[in-house]
């Protein structure tokens, strides 16, 4: 039914896409492209229960807060953990992607990328957080699809093509042909899990106590999953287990690598398992297109050499695959009765709360 507050508050708003992530949070406008770009992380002042700060000021007191503040991450695997804390970062991110645009409060159009795992509930959370930030309009879009069309394959044509999504709580693994999904895999091992993998390392081989954020940049500065031509080494610091005083020590690629092995290992199973059950004729097309990795742990390096390996099929990085969720939800307003099919008739939903 046409409902002209809504029309009217549609000439005054954007059509905005989200890739609601574990890690960071990434926002999309139409027409303009990537706007924001920031950890999911909130600090909270426990006393007041306020909001201090959202975004990479509140990442800075990772580790450093005194006692009255508590900085968290609100989502956990892909999914909401914290709702009243992810709507207002949420809201926070939407006002920011809104800008001076409008006199009129924020009310965009939006689409939010979700895990394909997701439970019915899981999916109402997000729908329903975006709608209480200020959204007149919430649709869901499964973060394969949204990725795969960021990175710009042929998802609307017969050809089969197939993407691996690495992000901070989950990994997705997804073959499409003519706009559908015709086989996915979720797996709730990714980037985080690489982390805690080099914390668990350390403690194990040094006794040696490491922050989340010391573990995650040695992962991207000497963390991989294939040799590299050639091996790098780095100054791990903590604190040791045994003396309970600082620590720094030298350590190699070559035992990241080690440390990573097992849940690398168990994500190039899922890109096999997903081969193995995807029909022989889409297939024979994949090794034309190859695989496309995206997400943020498609940038570990040598993964796309250890998984053509494993499957004797291409494996490539998507450009700027950080944003590719982002960008798929926001290329799925700018063509919208196209690309609507990638959207589920159960995924939109209205500040009512009716489907339509």
Known sequence: ???????????????????????????????????????????????????LAIGAEAKEMVGK????????????????????????????FIKKAHGQISILPPRPRVV?????????VEKR??????LAAGAREA??????????????????????????????????VAVFALTGIVISKS???????????????SRQKYNLAISERMAERIKINIGSAYPLPEERTMAMRGRNLITGLPEEIEISSI???????????????????????????LVSDLMETGICLAGGGGLLKGLSERISEETHIRAWVAQDSLTCVARGAGKVLEDFEVLRRALSNDDRRHPGGTAS
Do not use: C
Not at 21 to 44: F, M
């Open 187 to 201: 797996l709730r091992i990714a980037g985080d899990e690489l982390d805690e993998d080099i914390m668990q390392y």
């Open 65 to 92: 807060a005194p006692h009255n503040i508590t900085v968290i991450r609100p989502l956990r695997d892909g999914v909401i953990s914290e709702f009243d804390i992810t709507e207002a970062m949420l809201r926070r």
């Open 125 to 130: 959370a997000v729908q329903d957080a975006a």
């Open 112 to 120: 939010v990328g979700v895990p394909s795992g997701v439970t019915e």
């Open 255 to 281: 035992e990241i690598r080690e440390a990573l092995s097992r849940s690398i290992n168990i994500i190039v199973d899922l890109v096999r398992d997903t081969l193995d059950e995807t029909p022989p004729e």
């Open 1 to 51: 039914m046409f409902n002209p507050l809504n029309a009217l508050l549609g000439l005054f708003s954007l059509d905005i896409g989200i890739d609601l992530g574990t890690a960071n949070t990434l926002v999309y406008v139409r027409g303009k492209g990537i706007v924001s770009n920031e950890p999911s992380w909130v600090a909270l002042d426990k006393g007041h229960n306020t909001v």
């Open 139 to 172: 649709y869901l879009i499964e973060e394969p699809m949204a990725a795969a069309i960021g990175a710009g394959l042929p998802v609307t044509e017969a050809q089969g093509s197939m993407i691996v999504d690495i992000g901070g709580g989950t990994t997705e």
